[in-house]
């Protein structure tokens, strides 16, 4: 029982952690990638790119993923 708590509060704090971006100085993100373990499966990594900074990547990456496009980089 108590490997099973151990392994929801790990699970759930990873979860809730993909969702925040990176904390960074940066002046905005320029790209955002999600990763997936499978298509339509559930995300796995994410990689932020910054226009003035280096990216930021955390968990896997997998050969599936969506790419959203942020601020425009001067």
Known sequence: MKRLLLALL????AILAAGQAPKVEA????????????PGGTECGLTYVYCEADPVHTGCETPYYNLYAGCGCP
């Open 27 to 38: 002046d905005c993100v320029h790209l955002r990638y999600y990763y997936y373990t499978a």
């Open 10 to 13: 790990v699970s759930s704090t």
